[in-house]
């Protein structure tokens, strides 16, 4: 059972660093392991587009993009609406199926914990035919949380 949870922190660094803080302090404190994972997009302000889950990847190409998102009002090759530099957060749960009582708590649990609450968000279940494009666009994003460099 995966799901993918999309949080619009709009131009709140501070709040999305205090997100990946909880986030890693549950994922030591209750042993989650892989079952939680949070990533990141940062959107430039001068950049004026950004990648949309499920959507086509804007990276580098000054706005355009490759193919239009899920809801069809951008064509191969236009320019999505101009957004303003934000900070979305990406959080993927990833449950096995004999885990249903703890994923149905983590899904209602996040949304309203205090970094998340209030945010604009969008559910992703894997049921959901955004579902593989969104998983793709996780992939894509960077860690939230960088990784150490081995010892000399």
Known sequence: MKTILVFD????????????????????????????????????????????????KSKGRKGKVEKGDDAGHVAKGETPPARSAGV???????????????????????????????????????DNKKFAPTAEWFDSLENAVPTRRPRK
Not at 26 to 53: H, S
Not at 93 to 121: M, T, V
Request: aromatic share 10%; no cysteine.
């Open 88 to 126: 979305r957060v990406a959080v993927l749960l990833h449950f096995s199926g004999h885990e249903k009582l703890s994923y149905q708590r983590w899904l209602e649990r996040l949304p309203g914990e205090d970094p998340f609450a209030g945010r604009k968000h969008e559910t992703i279940a894997n």
């Open 9 to 56: 922190f709009e131009s709140d660094e501070e709040a999305a660093q205090k997100a990946r803080h909880r986030v890693e302090g549950w994922k030591q404190g209750f042993r989650l392991g892989d079952k939680l994972a949070l990533r990141f997009e940062r959107v430039e302000a001068a950049d004026g587009a950004a990648d949309e889950p499920g959507g086509g």
